[in-house]
């Protein structure tokens, strides 16, 4: 099913005519709205007035992550507070938060992203969505939760965890959609075979997404639940979950082009490749009122193919993201980037700690391991002052990141040293 | 009339306290006693050895973690009771005791106990002046 036609199958000719008008207004915006984007222009020579066709992305300079984090908190807003109706956050890569806003008409074409993104999995307003994304600065929550009402669908705003409860409530409460993390999503399948009510469940389609899983991952999932099981894909600099989606072919994911132009880019040379060649991520929005952002670097390595799908959707379609760029780790569908757990260690100890990220899946959930190196600093012969500082790392981590994590005292130099970048993560899941 | 302990971190694996000692011996340093504070993750070995000074230098060009702490050593006689009767002047001082280990000096029929205090100072004076005797650092490694 295809929530809108119009757009969603629209000619791809007249699709770029949208992009092109799209691109033109967001330059004009950033450049009189914001400052950042007035200098970088300016800097490359670039005049709002001389983007004359969509080729002209290309002379654009990037934008990164860190300049979301330097214009902390609202510097990239290209409106007034008063027009900004909800503020969500990520954790940013050295603690400080990357903060993104939305107006009232952001709002509504999120809605619209997920709307077309339940529908493409079959939700109708006869269903029951089951949201278990977390609710809160998380997009996750709120994005299902407005794409479920846009439909008309029936929401439970469960949120996540208390596992047991919430087979309960889907046996009861007649769930038919399930949205949730696809690790969450097994460890659901498990507890419902060990309470016997899987076979008691109406569930139908499940829409996964936030961290890697793979194909094997979906059959299993489908077969275990029954169910349908459809990508997402999304980040919040750009919008939140909805950016693509997956339709019931399952041959990518396909990007709301009406609303976000992308490219993949190389990412050592920043040059665009061929179409279908691996690369980069890069998108710029078009609608978006409250961030706008040009050439936003996802760091998420994908390919687009721009061909027509069998499902009548003419919007290009992303491949699985298969990795990242960067060395951010995904752990239960949390960002984690290693200098953050860095920066923890730096504030404790004083001084650059040698660490160790370890990750791995128990059953569906990820696990992750901190190990640190014993330095004659804190090492002391009573065995409650190392125990404290453990839980003082665990502490100030699981705050920071919201996820549980294990804290280990090791050996000094049993930590891998390496001449260039040190090697901070052995991450053990096989996704 | 302090005595120096020697604390080395060690890891919760197969070898590790088998290879301190190897290093200690090859270098012949002598460990006159030590005692073993465990977690499941992690072991404090605190000994007592007869040159404290090598013994860390060794250990740290060998990339283990140490640190040196002072101790109380005291002597009693190897007989029922002794340990008791320290305690006791500990105790009705109100001084904490973190831990404590012993060894036995056969040939003199003296028992030696080594212990970490909250309040060391107070606790050499209230030892002192109960007329028991305190082994320094030099005292133990010519035992």
Same mark, same amino acid.
């Given at each position: 099913?295809?929530?809108?036609?119009?757009?969603?199958?629209?000619?791809?000719?007249?699709?770029?005519?949208?992009?092109?008008?799209?691109?033109?207004?967001?330059?004009?915006?950033?450049?009189?709205?914001?400052?950042?984007?007035?200098?970088?222009?300016?800097?490359?020579?670039?005049?709002?007035?001389? !983007?004359?066709?969509?080729?002209?992305?290309?002379?654009?300079?990037?934008?990164?992550?860190?300049?979301?984090?330097?214009?902390?908190?609202?510097?990239?807003?290209?409106?007034?507070?008063?027009?900004?109706?909800?503020?969500?956050?990520?954790?940013?890569?050295?603690?400080?938060?990357?903060?993104?806003?939305?107006?009232?008409?952001?709002? @509504?074409?999120?809605?619209?992203?997920?709307?077309?993104?339940?529908?493409?999995?079959?939700?109708?307003?006869?269903?029951?969505?089951?949201? $278990?994304?977390?609710?809160?600065?998380?997009?996750?929550?709120?994005?299902?939760?407005?794409?479920?009402?846009?439909?008309?669908?029936?929401?439970?705003?469960?949120?996540?965890?208390?596992?047991?409860?919430?087979?309960?409530?889907?046996?009861?409460?007649? /769930?038919?959609?399930?949205?949730?993390?696809? /690790?969450?999503?097994?460890?659901? $399948?498990?507890?419902?075979?060990?309470?016997?009510?899987?076979?008691?469940?109406?569930?139908?389609?499940?829409?996964?997404?936030?961290?890697?899983?793979?194909?094997?991952?979906?059959?299993?999932?489908?077969?275990?639940?029954?169910?349908?099981?459809?990508? !997402?894909?999304?980040?919040? *600099? !750009?919008?939140?979950?909805?950016?693509?989606?997956?339709?019931?072919?399952?041959?990518?994911?396909?990007?709301?082009?009406?609303?976000?132009?992308?490219?993949?880019?190389?990412?050592?040379?920043?040059?665009?490749?061929?179409?279908?060649?691996?690369?980069?991520?890069?998108?710029?929005?078009?609608?978006?009122?409250? !961030?706008?952002?040009?050439?936003?670097?996802?760091?998420?390595?994908? @390919?687009?193919?721009?061909?027509?799908?069998?499902?009548?959707?003419?919007? $290009?379609?992303?491949?699985?993201?298969?990795?990242?760029?960067?060395?951010?780790?995904?752990?239960?569908?949390?960002?984690?980037?290693?200098?953050?757990?860095?920066?923890?260690?730096?504030?404790?100890?004083?001084?650059?700690?040698?660490?160790?990220?370890?990750?791995?899946?128990?059953?569906?959930?990820?696990?992750?391991?901190? %190990?640190?190196?014993?330095?004659?600093?804190?090492?002391?012969?009573?065995?409650?002052?190392?125990?404290?500082?453990?839980?003082?790392?665990?502490?100030?981590?699981?705050?920071?990141?919201?996820?549980?994590?294990?804290?280990?005292?090791? *050996?000094?130099?049993?930590? %891998?040293?390496?001449?260039?970048?040190?090697?901070?993560?052995?991450?053990?899941?096989?996704? | 009339?302090?005595?120096?302990?020697?604390?080395?971190?060690?890891?919760?694996?197969?070898?590790?306290?088998?290879?301190?000692?190897?290093?200690?011996?090859?270098?012949?340093?002598?460990?006159?006693?030590?005692?073993?504070?465990?977690?499941?993750?992690?072991?404090?070995?605190?000994?007592?050895?007869?040159?404290?000074?090598?013994?860390?230098?060794?250990?740290?060009?060998?990339?283990?973690t140490v640190r040196e702490n002072e101790v109380?050593?005291?002597?009693?006689?190897?007989?029922?009771?002794g340990l008791a009767n320290i305690l006791n002047?500990?105790?009705?001082?109100?001084?904490?005791?973190?831990?404590?280990?012993?060894?036995?000096?056969?040939?003199?029929?003296?028992?030696?106990?080594?212990?970490?205090?909250?309040?060391?100072?107070?606790?050499?004076?209230?030892?002192?002046?109960?007329?028991?005797?305190?082994?320094?650092?030099?005292?133990?490694?010519?035992?």
């Amino acid at each position: 099913m295809i929530w809108n036609r119009e757009r969603e199958a629209m000619p791809r000719e007249q699709l770029k005519k949208v992009q092109l008008e799209g691109l033109r207004n967001t330059i004009k915006r950033v450049y009189e709205r914001v400052p950042m984007y007035k200098k970088r222009l300016d800097e490359a020579g670039i005049s709002p007035d001389s !983007i004359k066709s969509l080729d002209d992305l290309e002379r654009l300079p990037f934008t990164l992550k860190t300049d979301l984090r330097d214009n902390y908190p609202f510097g990239m807003f290209a409106v007034p507070m008063k027009e900004i109706v909800r503020l969500h956050a990520s954790s940013g890569t050295t603690g400080k938060s990357t903060v993104v806003g939305y107006t009232a008409n952001d709002i @509504a074409t999120w809605a619209e992203l997920m709307a077309r993104t339940l529908t493409s999995a079959g939700a109708t307003s006869d269903d029951v969505v089951h949201n $278990a994304y977390g609710y809160g600065l998380f997009t996750g929550g709120l994005g299902i939760h407005y794409g479920a009402e846009r439909v008309g669908a029936s929401v439970i705003p469960i949120s996540g965890g208390n596992t047991k409860r919430q087979i309960t409530i889907m046996e009861d409460f007649g /769930s038919t959609i399930l949205a949730c993390t696809p /690790s969450y999503a097994m460890f659901l $399948a498990e507890v419902a075979e060990e309470m016997g009510l899987k076979d008691k469940l109406m569930l139908k389609a499940g829409i996964f997404g936030a961290e890697p899983w793979s194909n094997s991952m979906r059959e299993d999932l489908e077969k275990r639940l029954g169910i349908l099981a459809i990508d !997402i894909y999304g980040l919040s *600099e !750009i919008i939140g979950p909805g950016v693509a989606y997956e339709c019931p072919e399952k041959h990518g994911l396909h990007i709301a082009e009406d609303h976000f132009i992308v490219e993949i880019i190389d990412p050592d040379t920043g040059e665009r490749v061929p179409p279908g060649e691996k690369g980069e991520l890069v998108f710029t929005t078009i609608t978006k009122e409250a !961030i706008p952002v040009i050439r936003y670097r996802t760091r998420d390595i994908s @390919a687009v193919n721009f061909e027509p799908c069998s499902c009548g959707r003419t919007l $290009a379609r992303m491949d699985r993201v298969t990795g990242r760029t960067d060395d951010m780790l995904i752990i239960r569908g949390v960002n984690v980037f290693p200098s953050q757990i860095e920066s923890v260690l730096m504030e404790i100890d004083g001084v650059e700690p040698h660490y160790m990220i370890i990750v791995d899946r128990v059953g569906q959930l990820d696990i992750m391991q901190v %190990q640190v190196e014993v330095n004659e600093r804190f090492f002391s012969d009573e065995v409650r002052h190392l125990e404290e500082f453990e839980k003082k790392v665990k502490r100030e981590i699981e705050s920071l990141l919201n996820i549980s994590v294990d804290v280990m005292l090791v *050996e000094p130099k049993t930590i %891998q040293r390496s001449e260039g970048k040190a090697k901070r993560v052995i991450d053990n899941r096989k996704i | 009339m302090r005595a120096i302990q020697v604390s080395v971190f060690l890891e919760n694996k197969r070898g590790r306290l088998a290879e301190v000692t190897k290093i200690l011996g090859e270098n012949s340093i002598n460990i006159r006693t030590f005692f073993i504070a465990d977690t499941s993750d992690f072991g404090i070995l605190r000994m007592i050895v007869n040159d404290t000074k090598k013994a860390m230098d060794i250990l740290k060009s060998n990339d283990f973690t140490v640190r040196e702490n002072e101790v109380i050593a005291v002597e009693v006689s190897d007989k029922p009771g002794g340990l008791a009767n320290i305690l006791n002047i500990l105790n009705s001082n109100d001084l904490n005791i973190e831990y404590l280990y012993c060894f036995a000096d056969t040939n003199r029929h003296k028992a030696i106990d080594v212990m970490r205090v909250e309040d060391i100072e107070r606790a050499i004076d209230v030892l002192q002046n109960a007329q028991v005797k305190l082994l320094d650092e030099i005292a133990l490694s010519n035992l």
